[in-house]
């Protein structure tokens, strides 16, 4: 895997800036505003897309800000002019969803997945703008999903890996009926400061004991597990060098004025005296593919890539992870070329050792 690729998989679009919960750990900086994205941005952003799609299975993950904040009526708009083949995805908090919005998501065939952090009482950081809790209303949205037999993904964060917390987790969501769970290690990025440096031997523990419990059930697909099996499978198969893609995926975020930031969404609408505002130009001013095709030209970019080839001479992960991801960088390192964070500490290295750890306990036990 060298340098980025100047077609992507899939371009994140932020319908609107403006959350209706205000969770603890987010890092969204302008999630109080109201910030619609125009109908003129979409169609900039569907002329390559429907392009794109034409070649391969093509991807737009609508992301907020609360996407559903948005309105029905503005995203049918945002939508129309992409063609059929095009998926689409949303990632929501689910408090907004309601037997209007199952319609909508059949109709539009748009793949959903709700945020969701286990049981009531995992769930005390995501709050509304009052402060108040939401789990009630997010149980709502993820039972009307079931209501209309709406399949769904779901993603949970967790702030603190405590042994008895993932088959705590596995089986709520076992339960919850989701087909898909990703599992993210709370991140100190954008405006959240919180630390994410946890002891090794919890987080390794965590990613062991939940391998253990989805084995005992493996009805979900397990994002995170599935990809470390995989690698497994790969060296073991002595085909690993074909596990990363050739080139890193460039992950256009196109911001509600249209704005474009490659490789983190997370680092939309932050700036930094040295590396500016980390766009890369304006779909209403420059064609997708341009941005594209010029984007290593840009500092912070290069810095990147220099990272990039520091984890591949420096870690022996490097095969499974592809130096993962430029935001976790800048928010802990304050510059792009360093290597190891503690966000690929808990989400890479500790989750394989983790998930190698589980295979050897098992090869143990039964001998
Ligand atoms: S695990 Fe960390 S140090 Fe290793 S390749 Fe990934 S980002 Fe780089």
Known sequence: MRGIATVPTYVVMQPTTLCNLDCAYCYLPFRADDRKMSPAVAAAVAGPVNEWSRDSRFSVVWHGGEPL???????????????????????????????????FFAANDIRVSVSVDGPRARNADRVTRGGRPSYDRIRRGIDALRRHGIPFSALCVVNRPAPGLATELYDYFLDLGCEVLGINIEETEGVNLRTNDHPAAAVRAFWAELVAAWRRDPRIHLRE???????????????????????????????????????????????????????????????????????????????????VEACRSSCPYFGFCGGAHAANRFFEHGRFDGTQTNHCRNSKIRLLEGVLDHARDHERSAA
């Open 69 to 103: 904040a948005a309105g029905r009526e503005h995203l049918t708009e945002l939508l129309r002019p992409f063609a059929p083949d095009v998926e689409h995805h949303l990632q929501t908090n689910a408090t907004l969803i309601d037997d209007a919005w199952c319609e």
């Open 225 to 307: 597990v599935e990809w470390s099996l995989r690698y497994a499978a790969a060296v073991l198969d002595g085909t690993a060098d074909a596990v990363l893609p050739r080139q890193l995926d460039p992950i256009p975020t196109i911001g509600y004025d249209g704005s474009v930031v490659l490789l983190s969404p997370e680092l939309a609408g932050f700036s930094d005296p040295r590396y500016g505002d980390f766009t890369s130009g304006n779909v209403l001013a420059t064609p997708l593919p341009e941005i594209l095709a010029t984007a290593h030209r840009l500092g912070w970019i290069r810095e990147f890539l220099d990272g």
